[in-house]
């Protein structure tokens, strides 16, 4: 997959561009503020739809706007994809060659991308909720299956809450109440199976890439924690029925699982250094690029959102070394040091294009073979 042509109009501090870009590296430079991640940011909106750094939709417009615009020209396989998406007025929209999608969530996994950001350190550190986003990402590129069972999960999820909740002040109705557990145990098994089997296509490539990177001989491992793992779903919504009353809201299911990184039979999360940690995402990472790539027979675009900071020079080297050695495809990379990037790219057997922007947002590219 290939970003040809990107053009904006308010979106974030990018008031209007138009960028060309080269179908190997291209390198965003400059200082912090100038808009960089934004681009990125516009670049995997295209994908997913959404902001990978905004949760607040209008956040997304440029300052003192009330719509922003969207278009990017895709290459795959010599097809040309054209995707606009738009802003305004509390409306979102999608096109896919000038159609318009009915539902956003059939746009998923027809641009695949991979971006690795310092804001992943959330995946670690954070709870378990950011750890199922994260493998829900991973998860709705590769099987639509698996995306619409998640949204008609969550959908009778809130469903049944609300009927428990209601159930404080009006008769609980047992009727619905059993129709809500039968459909989210149908979903909830379906989840939990995907989720098993996806672990278990990543796990080894996962420890690979962090062998590459680290260049120590640490075991890691991704613990999946589920409810289901030892019981039946039917089981536990019939056990805790008079809690859920209670709690008014659903204790059990897939919407509560976890999955635990371990280095050396440790968690990683309390006992892992930074840099172990770092480590570990980009490992994570790299081995969810490859399962989309293998799974969906189409190289994914990659984002590399100043990925290289605060790394030591050996891991850096080893980076630089799988960025050679695999047909990553279209990468995007931002930093604010030319000189560090230029090194980088000096090391890189590909061509790379550079993007200088200034406070202004405005830019000069360079190409360097």
Not at 249 to 259: C, I, K, Q
Not at 342 to 360: A, G, Q, T
């Amino acid at each position: 997959m290939i970003l040809k042509l990107l053009s904006l109009v308010n979106f974030k501090n990018h008031e209007s561009l138009k960028i060309q870009f080269s179908q190997h590296v291209n390198c965003f430079l400059g200082d912090n503020g100038v808009g960089k991640t934004n681009l990125l940011d516009a670049i995997y909106y295209l994908s997913f739809c959404k902001s990978y750094y905004n949760s607040f939709e209008f956040d997304n417009i440029k300052y003192g706007q009330n719509f922003f615009i969207l278009k990017g020209s895709f290459l795959n396989n010599n097809v040309l994809l054209e995707i606009k998406g738009s802003l305004q007025d509390k409306h979102k929209q999608f096109k896919f060659n000038d159609k318009k999608y009915e539902k956003l969530s059939d746009h998923i996994g027809k641009i695949p991308l991979v971006i690795i950001t310092p804001l992943d350190s959330s995946i670690v550190l954070g709870g378990g909720d950011e750890r199922r986003k994260f493998i829900n990402k991973l998860l709705s590129q590769l099987d639509q299956e698996y995306l619409n069972s998640l949204i008609a999960y969550n959908r009778t999820l809130k469903q049944r809450n609300s009927l428990l909740k209601d159930s404080r002040t009006l008769s609980l109705n047992e009727d619905l109440l059993l129709t809500y557990d039968k459909t989210l145990c149908h979903l909830g098994n379906i989840i939990h199976l995907k989720r098993k089997e996806c672990i278990s296509l990543m796990i080894d490539t996962v420890q690979y890439y962090y062998d590459f990177i680290a260049q120590k001989n640490e075991h890691v491992d991704i613990v999946y924690k589920s409810e289901l793992n030892h019981h039946a779903f039917e089981e536990l919504l019939y056990k805790n029925r008079q809690k859920d009353k209670i709690l008014m809201f659903t204790s059990s299911g897939v919407h509560r699982d976890d999955f635990l990184f371990e280095l050396n039979k440790h968690s990683l999360k309390k006992s892992g250094s930074q840099g172990q940690q770092k480590t570990f995402l980009i490992a994570l990472k790299f081995a969810y690029f490859d399962l989309l790539k293998s799974k969906l027979d189409i190289t994914p675009i990659l984002l590399l959102d100043d990925i290289f900071d605060k790394l030591d020079a050996g891991r850096v080297e080893q980076i630089v070394r799988i960025l050679n050695q695999n047909e990553f495809g279209q990468i995007f990379i931002t930093d604010t040091s030319f000189i560090r990037i230029d090194s980088i790219m000096d090391k890189v057997d590909s061509s790379c294009k550079y993007f200088m922007f200034n406070k202004e947002g405005l830019y000069e590219e360079t190409l360097k073979k």
